[in-house]
T-cell receptor, first 116, second 112 residues
């Protein structure tokens, strides 16, 4: 079974600085997707970024980028120029690329605090 | 385009009762999945429906059930509620495989 591990329960960053959130995963599959979701106090899970395992190029969405190391099964999220609105719980998640299932496997989450 | 809508937002029930939660997916999305979020266990997959058929089920007791209607709206039912069922229940919809999941705001269930 696939597992996702986030080793940092909490992180903090100063506004305008850069922070990296860590995620490792375990799978025997070769084709899959990885995600970072953000959950603010409003409770809604918001998709931050998505990475296809077959793509070597790291995904980027504005201030958010990932460092995807397939061999090491590592998928970290870098947030540049941190803003107060980035404060939230961040979840790393895995889903198989095999058809017939939309089952996300989540890590336990990292609570990010942004200090003004 | 309207997002995923979950109703109600909050529910308080007593042990032994049953509860039904509702989820309306984004228009055009045929896959609806449900997750339970608790401080101790984190986010756990409950089940997924696609075109009214359950495609996948998580490791939850039979007290947890669901269904999907022809308009893709989904309901989740929990019977004989236990204190441990207190959680945030999240619904997500997608177009299907290879498409990202979009989540609703969740239903906060408290069992007393």
């Amino acid at each position: 079974a696939q597992t996702v591990t986030q080793s940092q329960p909490e992180m903090s960053v100063q506004e305008a600085e850069t922070v990296t959130l860590s995620c490792t995963y375990d799978t025997s599959e070769s084709d899959y997707y990885l995600f970072w979701y953000k959950q603010p106090p409003s409770r809604q899970m918001i998709l931050v970024i998505r990475q296809e395992a077959y793509k070597q190029q790291n995904a980027t969405e504005n201030r958010f980028s990932v460092n995807f190391q397939k061999a090491a099964k590592s998928f970290s999220l870098k947030i540049s120029d941190s803003q107060l609105g980035d404060a939230a719980m961040y979840f790393c998640a895995y889903i198989t690329a095999q058809g017939g299932s939309e089952k996300l496997v989540f890590g336990k989450g990292t609570k990010l605090t942004v200090n003004p | 385009k309207a997002g995923v809508t979950q109703t109600p937002r909050y529910l308080i029930k007593t042990r032994g009762q049953q509860v039904t939660l509702s989820c309306s997916p984004i228009s055009g999305h045929r896959s609806v999945s449900w997750y339970q979020q608790t401080p101790g266990q984190g986010l756990q997959f409950l089940f997924e429906y696609f075109s009214e058929t359950q495609r996948n089920k998580g490791n939850f007791p039979g007290r947890f059930s669901g269904r999907q209607f022809s308009n893709s709206r989904s309901e989740m039912n929990v019977s004989t509620l236990e204190l441990g069922d207190s959680a945030l229940y999240l619904c997500a919809s997608s177009l299907g495989t290879d498409s990202p999941l979009h989540f609703g705001n969740g239903t906060r269930l408290t069992v007393t």
